[in-house]
């Protein structure tokens, strides 16, 4: 989130999955319609998509993607909001980032503050490194495995766009 508070004009649209994650993490729903226009995961047909028919944006980006999103964008499925937005981007030429959680043989995350350890050592099964190398070949889509490339991929779309960060976090 730190690095979408830097990003000018974010929207935000939450799988069902991000819902429930949010206050795991310390992050309150509310506080986040503060500083963005929030989208949720709450019709079959994923109305908000429609935005991207009507150039409202230039780029979309998932971050972070469980291996469940990364699993459904690299097969074609779009049954969720963000699987929905990565389908529809594709098809209208939109650039994706998606920040891929499970990327290397062993990833180290932060966990949820209802665990008792605050990092976790997680090895992603086979199946799992296979759909981020599928996912990786679709047309308009970079993968980034760290919070760093996703930071670079971001300031090169902001460059490429002629845009800048945001300099003040309020």
Known sequence: MALAARLPNVDLFLSGAADEVLPLYGMRLE???ERYR???DKSASSVP???LYAEA???VVIAPATSNTVAKCAFGLSDTLPTNMFAQAGKLGVPSLVFAC??????ITKAPRSHATEWLTLRPRGIELENV???KRIDHCQVLSSPAELEAALDARL???KLA???SSS
Do not use: C
Not at 102 to 107: I, L, Y
């Open 133 to 135: 190398e599928r996912l």
């Open 102 to 107: 499970d990327t290397e043989p062993v990833v």
């Open 57 to 59: 944006y230039h780029t």
């Open 49 to 51: 998509v429609g935005r």
């Open 38 to 40: 929030v989208f949720r």
């Open 159 to 161: 460059k490429a766009l």
């Open 31 to 33: 506080l986040l319609r």
């Open 165 to 167: 960060w945001n300099t």
